[in-house]
């Protein structure tokens, strides 16, 4: 599993947005009201969205991979990892499966899903075996103490309480991963629209509606993304 876990780790910037680009692969349909996929699919990747800021938030951990990697600079064990140890992979995890069941596709949900889950759970087992050879004694100590996906909520008002939030960190190492999520759900919400017109109208009529939706969350990104280029935005 480790080597399999390094393989994906390598690639994953590769395979994931390509598992994502297969939610537009037309297939039969897991909800026969593709509302009902759309806002319980797209409120399960909120959540995982909003797992992944609070995270990030309160203690940024600089496990991102060296020359595609795996790699850590330290042994982050506050914030929320003292809760979970792996919350940002419990937060993509959350927003796969959301966005899954928000493609109200069955192919998507029943293969790709889990392709995804698996894909985390290698890389999971690829970094804990590093962060065991570095750390030692120290990680198996830690292991111990912290479930590995599962998070305990003991004692969670005292970690809000011990941590500033830092909002501009979340922007700065979020905006990514938030607008390719947004698009994706816009492109979703499209999707349904143009696949169900006797739901929700004639598609034709709203497309200078998502034209503009799009071109807006673009702008906000680039934006973002200029005042980071720029030093205009750095996190305290």
Same mark, same amino acid.
């Given at each position: 599993?480790?080597?399999?876990?390094?393989?994906? &780790?390598? =690639?994953?910037?590769?395979?994931?947005?390509?598992?994502?680009?297969? *939610?537009?692969?037309?297939a039969?349909?897991?909800?026969?009201n593709? /509302?009902?996929?759309?806002v319980?699919?797209?409120?399960?990747?909120?959540?995982?969205?909003?797992?992944?800021?609070? /995270?990030i938030?309160?203690?940024?951990?600089?496990r991102? +991979? #060296?020359? @595609?990697?795996? =790699?850590?600079?330290?042994?982050?064990t506050?914030? *929320?990892?003292?809760?979970? @140890?792996?919350?940002?992979?419990?937060g $993509?995890?959350?927003v +796969? *499966?959301?966005m899954?069941v928000?493609?109200n596709?069955?192919?998507?949900?029943?293969?790709i /899903?889990?392709?995804?889950?698996?894909?985390?759970?290698?890389?999971?087992?690829?970094e804990?075996n590093f962060? @065991?050879?570095k &750390?030692?004694?120290?990680?198996?100590?830690?292991?111990?103490?912290? $479930?590995?996906?599962?998070?305990?909520?003991k004692?969670?008002?005292? /970690?809000?309480?011990?941590? #500033? &939030?830092?909002?501009?960190?979340?922007l700065?190492?979020?905006y990514?991963?938030?607008?390719? +999520?947004t698009?994706?759900?816009?492109?979703?919400?499209?999707?349904?629209?143009?696949?169900?017109?006797?739901? =929700?109208g004639?598609? #034709? #009529?709203?497309l200078?509606?998502?034209?503009?939706?799009?071109?807006?969350?673009?702008?906000? =990104?680039? &934006?973002?993304?200029?005042l980071?280029?720029t030093?205009?935005?750095?996190?305290?």
């Amino acid at each position: 599993m480790v080597k399999i876990g390094n393989f994906l &780790f390598h =690639y994953r910037n590769v395979l994931l947005p390509v598992f994502f680009l297969l *939610i537009l692969v037309p297939a039969p349909e897991l909800f026969q009201n593709p /509302t009902i996929a759309l806002v319980i699919g797209l409120g399960i990747s909120i959540a995982g969205q909003l797992i992944r800021f609070i /995270t990030i938030g309160l203690v940024y951990i600089i496990r991102g +991979g #060296q020359n @595609r990697k795996v =790699y850590a600079q330290d042994l982050v064990t506050t914030g *929320i990892f003292s809760h979970c @140890r792996n919350p940002l992979y419990v937060g $993509n995890i959350a927003v +796969g *499966i959301g966005m899954g069941v928000a493609s109200n596709s069955l192919l998507f949900f029943s293969v790709i /899903t889990p392709l995804i889950i698996f894909t985390y759970i290698a890389i999971v087992a690829a970094e804990e075996n590093f962060l @065991r050879g570095k &750390f030692g004694p120290a990680y198996d100590e830690y292991a111990k103490d912290v $479930n590995r996906w599962l998070p305990n909520l003991k004692g969670i008002s005292n /970690t809000f309480k011990a941590h #500033q &939030f830092n909002w501009k960190r979340v922007l700065l190492k979020e905006y990514n991963s938030t607008f390719t +999520g947004t698009l994706l759900g816009i492109m979703l919400i499209m999707k349904a629209n143009y696949e169900h017109p006797e739901l =929700y109208g004639d598609f #034709q #009529q709203k497309l200078m509606m998502f034209g503009i939706i799009i071109l807006t969350v673009t702008a906000v =990104y680039l &934006f973002t993304k200029f005042l980071k280029k720029t030093h205009r935005l750095v996190a305290d």
